[in-house]
């Protein structure tokens, strides 16, 4: 089944304390994205990857870190998380010609950061 | 700064109704993306268009490029429409999403 998984799915951390929230898809797409989800703000783009080693800043980059060093793994690591970072995150992946492909997305991760 | 802005925020329907809501964006983009978020919390695409006009069952999405104007119509609403839906603008390679509209039909 074609999918994008992340986990965890719920986690509860301290200020910080690193963590990585994993993202994986097995549909062999080049375009990887993070997310996160507030309530009032909407989704907002954090980190994009146009393939392997190829990533750039979002909207809201400060305070995670990305890598993609094989094309189905996309985790998201934040170094020292605060609890501005408490949220819901999704992963997603599209194919090549992003603007004429749709989107496919993880089923999210809720961060508490306390 | 709202790059994309959409509206209604909150919508009630009775079973049955046409709905439209709407999504405005202030970028040059090459596409526009619009969303369903189940009450679950999940995520699925339901069009990506960068010209015109596309539909999918009940469901239809235009775009105008020249007035930065995307509308997506239900059909014969139901109940199982109920969700929010969040339209999105991609310029470059990037997404700027809108803030969302939550509907609920009632039956």
């Known amino acids: 089944e074609a999918q994008v998984t992340q986990n965890p799915r719920y986690l509860i951390t301290v200020t910080g304390k690193k963590l990585t929230v994993t993202c994986s898809q097995n549909m062999n797409h080049e375009y990887m994205s993070w997310y996160r989800q507030d309530p009032g703000l909407g989704l907002r783009q954090i980190y994009y990857?146009?393939?392997?080693?190829?990533?750039d800043k979002g909207d809201v980059p400060e305070g995670y870190k990305v890598s993609r060093k094989e094309k189905r793994n996309f985790p998201l690591i934040l170094e020292s998380p605060s609890p501005n970072q408490t949220s819901l995150y999704f992963c997603a992946s599209s194919p090549p010609g992003l603007w004429a492909y749709e989107q496919y997305f993880g089923p999210g991760t809720r961060l508490t950061v306390t | 700064k709202n790059e994309v802005e959409q509206s209604p925020q909150n919508l009630t329907a009775q079973e049955g109704e046409f709905i439209t809501i709407n999504c405005s964006y202030s970028v040059g983009i090459s596409a526009l993306h619009w969303l369903q978020q189940h009450p679950g919390g999940g995520i699925v695409s339901l069009f990506m268009?960068?010209?015109g006009k596309k539909k999918h069952g009940r469901l239809i999405a235009t775009i105008n490029i020249q007035e930065k104007h995307s509308s997506l119509h239900i059909t014969a609403s139901h109940p199982r429409d109920s969700a929010v839906y969040i339209c999105?603008?991609?310029?470059?390679?990037?997404?700027?999403f809108g803030t969302g509209t939550s509907l609920t039909v009632i039956p």
């Open positions: 990857s146009m393939n392997v080693e190829v990533t």
């Open positions: 999105a603008a991609i310029t470059g390679n990037q997404f700027y």
């Open positions: 268009l960068s010209s």
